[in-house]
Protein backbone atom coordinates (compact mmCIF):
# COMPACT_ATOMS: atom_id res chain seq x y z
CA UNK A 1 0.00 0.00 0.00
CA UNK A 2 2.53 2.49 1.05
CA UNK A 3 4.76 1.78 -2.02
CA UNK A 4 1.73 2.65 -4.25
CA UNK A 5 1.06 5.52 -2.29
CA UNK A 6 4.40 6.47 -3.11
CA UNK A 7 5.22 5.86 -6.49
CA UNK A 8 4.41 9.29 -8.52
CA UNK A 9 3.73 11.37 -5.16
CA UNK A 10 6.59 13.24 -5.79
CA UNK A 11 8.23 14.89 -9.05
CA UNK A 12 9.96 12.57 -11.28
CA UNK A 13 10.51 15.56 -13.71
CA UNK A 14 10.56 19.28 -12.13
CA UNK A 15 8.40 21.65 -13.94
CA UNK A 16 7.31 25.25 -13.86
CA UNK A 17 4.43 24.67 -11.06
CA UNK A 18 6.50 22.54 -8.92
CA UNK A 19 8.87 25.12 -8.37
CA UNK A 20 6.65 27.80 -7.98
CA UNK A 21 4.30 25.68 -5.53
CA UNK A 22 7.91 24.62 -3.51
CA UNK A 23 8.70 28.53 -3.00
CA UNK A 24 5.89 29.61 -1.87
CA UNK A 25 5.43 26.96 0.56
CA UNK A 26 9.23 26.97 1.33
CA UNK A 27 8.47 31.33 2.04
CA UNK A 28 5.28 30.33 4.11
CA UNK A 29 7.17 27.66 6.42
CA UNK A 30 10.11 30.66 7.19
CA UNK A 31 7.36 32.56 8.00
CA UNK A 32 5.42 30.72 10.46
CA UNK A 33 9.42 29.29 11.94
CA UNK A 34 9.43 33.33 13.06
CA UNK A 35 7.71 32.37 16.26
CA UNK A 36 8.64 29.27 16.76
CA UNK A 37 11.34 29.53 19.64
CA UNK A 38 13.27 25.79 19.97
CA UNK A 39 16.41 25.95 18.55
CA UNK A 40 18.31 23.16 17.02
CA UNK A 41 21.95 23.15 15.82
CA UNK A 42 22.21 22.22 11.91
CA UNK A 43 23.77 19.10 12.07
CA UNK A 44 25.21 19.78 8.31
CA UNK A 45 26.37 22.97 8.81
CA UNK A 46 30.26 24.04 7.62
CA UNK A 47 32.04 21.52 10.22
CA UNK A 48 29.94 18.57 9.21
CA UNK A 49 30.84 19.55 5.11
CA UNK A 50 34.27 19.40 6.32
CA UNK A 51 34.22 16.32 7.69
CA UNK A 52 32.45 14.74 4.92
CA UNK A 53 34.61 15.87 2.72
CA UNK A 54 37.88 15.62 4.15
CA UNK A 55 36.72 11.86 4.99
CA UNK A 56 37.32 11.59 1.22
CA UNK A 57 40.76 12.44 0.57
CA UNK A 58 42.34 9.88 -1.15
CA UNK A 59 39.43 8.56 -2.99
CA UNK A 60 39.01 11.79 -5.43
CA UNK A 61 41.21 14.78 -6.81
CA UNK A 62 38.50 16.53 -5.96
CA UNK A 63 39.20 16.87 -2.72
CA UNK A 64 42.10 19.96 -2.41
CA UNK A 65 39.39 22.13 -4.18
CA UNK A 66 36.42 21.65 -2.26
CA UNK A 67 38.68 22.76 0.84
CA UNK A 68 39.81 25.72 -0.80
CA UNK A 69 36.00 26.36 -1.56
CA UNK A 70 35.19 26.02 2.28
CA UNK A 71 38.24 28.23 3.43
CA UNK A 72 35.98 30.73 1.01
CA UNK A 73 33.02 29.79 2.98
CA UNK A 74 34.17 29.52 6.33
CA UNK A 75 36.33 33.55 5.96
CA UNK A 76 33.28 34.88 4.60
CA UNK A 77 30.03 33.39 6.16
CA UNK A 78 27.55 36.51 7.10
CA UNK A 79 26.16 37.23 10.10
CA UNK A 80 23.14 38.42 11.26
CA UNK A 81 20.49 37.39 8.26
CA UNK A 82 17.01 36.82 9.52
CA UNK A 83 17.16 33.27 11.14
CA UNK A 84 14.45 30.65 12.48
CA UNK A 85 13.63 26.83 11.84
CA UNK A 86 14.28 25.73 8.34
CA UNK A 87 13.67 22.09 6.47
CA UNK A 88 17.17 21.95 5.60
CA UNK A 89 16.20 19.29 3.22
CA UNK A 90 13.47 20.60 0.66
CA UNK A 91 14.54 17.91 -1.78
CA UNK A 92 11.64 16.44 -4.41
CA UNK A 93 11.57 13.38 -2.74
CA UNK A 94 10.46 15.22 0.48
CA UNK A 95 7.38 16.93 -1.48
CA UNK A 96 4.63 15.72 -2.39
CA UNK A 97 2.27 16.56 -5.23
CA UNK A 98 -1.47 15.60 -6.29
CA UNK A 99 -1.71 16.29 -10.04
CA UNK A 100 -0.18 20.03 -10.14
CA UNK A 101 -1.20 21.16 -6.39
CA UNK A 102 1.58 20.80 -3.48
CA UNK A 103 0.03 18.03 -0.99
CA UNK A 104 2.87 17.43 1.52
CA UNK A 105 5.98 17.65 2.59
CA UNK A 106 7.74 15.76 4.84
CA UNK A 107 11.09 14.38 6.31
CA UNK A 108 12.08 17.05 8.87
CA UNK A 109 14.74 14.77 10.10
CA UNK A 110 17.57 17.66 8.87
CA UNK A 111 15.35 20.64 10.70
CA UNK A 112 17.21 23.28 12.16
CA UNK A 113 18.08 26.61 12.88
CA UNK A 114 19.87 28.59 10.52
CA UNK A 115 19.55 31.25 8.34
CA UNK A 116 16.32 31.20 6.11
CA UNK A 117 18.45 32.50 2.96
CA UNK A 118 20.40 29.51 3.35
CA UNK A 119 17.46 27.35 3.29
CA UNK A 120 16.22 29.24 0.19
CA UNK A 121 19.36 28.47 -1.60
CA UNK A 122 19.70 24.95 -0.23
CA UNK A 123 16.07 24.24 -1.75
CA UNK A 124 16.69 26.14 -5.21
CA UNK A 125 20.09 24.17 -5.40
CA UNK A 126 17.83 21.27 -5.10
CA UNK A 127 14.86 22.20 -7.53
CA UNK A 128 16.28 24.94 -10.63
CA UNK A 129 19.54 22.41 -11.45
CA UNK A 130 19.40 19.56 -14.07
CA UNK A 131 21.32 17.64 -16.19
CA UNK A 132 21.96 20.02 -18.93
CA UNK A 133 22.93 23.03 -15.77
CA UNK A 134 20.76 26.22 -13.86
CA UNK A 135 17.99 26.37 -15.41
CA UNK A 136 17.07 30.59 -14.75
CA UNK A 137 13.81 29.93 -15.62
CA UNK A 138 12.48 28.12 -12.71
CA UNK A 139 14.81 29.95 -10.29
CA UNK A 140 13.00 33.31 -11.13
CA UNK A 141 9.64 31.22 -11.12
CA UNK A 142 10.95 29.78 -7.53
CA UNK A 143 11.85 33.26 -6.30
CA UNK A 144 9.23 35.12 -7.00
CA UNK A 145 6.45 32.99 -5.78
CA UNK A 146 9.03 32.75 -2.49
CA UNK A 147 9.08 36.38 -2.33
CA UNK A 148 4.52 36.99 -2.67
CA UNK A 149 5.15 35.46 0.48
CA UNK A 150 8.36 36.45 2.07
CA UNK A 151 9.78 39.32 1.06
CA UNK A 152 13.72 38.91 1.36
CA UNK A 153 15.59 41.54 3.57
CA UNK A 154 18.30 43.36 1.28
CA UNK A 155 20.90 41.53 3.11
CA UNK A 156 19.58 38.46 2.01
CA UNK A 157 19.58 39.60 -1.42
CA UNK A 158 22.92 40.43 -1.45
CA UNK A 159 23.80 37.19 0.80
CA UNK A 160 21.75 35.12 -2.69
CA UNK A 161 25.39 34.65 -4.56
CA UNK A 162 26.83 33.10 -1.23
CA UNK A 163 24.57 30.98 -0.25
CA UNK A 164 24.17 29.51 -3.37
CA UNK A 165 27.84 28.64 -3.30
CA UNK A 166 27.19 26.94 0.23
CA UNK A 167 24.52 25.14 -0.38
CA UNK A 168 26.30 23.67 -3.89
CA UNK A 169 28.84 22.44 -1.25
CA UNK A 170 26.33 21.14 1.21
CA UNK A 171 24.95 19.08 -1.63
CA UNK A 172 29.00 18.03 -3.05
CA UNK A 173 30.06 16.97 0.53
CA UNK A 174 26.95 14.47 1.11
CA UNK A 175 27.01 13.17 -2.39
CA UNK A 176 30.49 12.64 -2.41
CA UNK A 177 30.54 11.39 0.74
CA UNK A 178 27.38 9.04 -0.31
Not at 13 to 24: L, Y
Not at 111 to 122: P, R
Amino acid sequence: IITSFLDGAWPKRIENFHVTAVGATLARMHLAAGSFREQRTNSMSLSAWKTLINSCAGKTNLVPSLQEELDYIEKNWPKALPAGAVHADLFADNVFFTGEKLTGVIDFYFACTDYFVYDLMLTLNAWCFEPAGFNKEKSGLFLEAYQQERALTEAERNALPFFGRAAAMRIIATRLYD
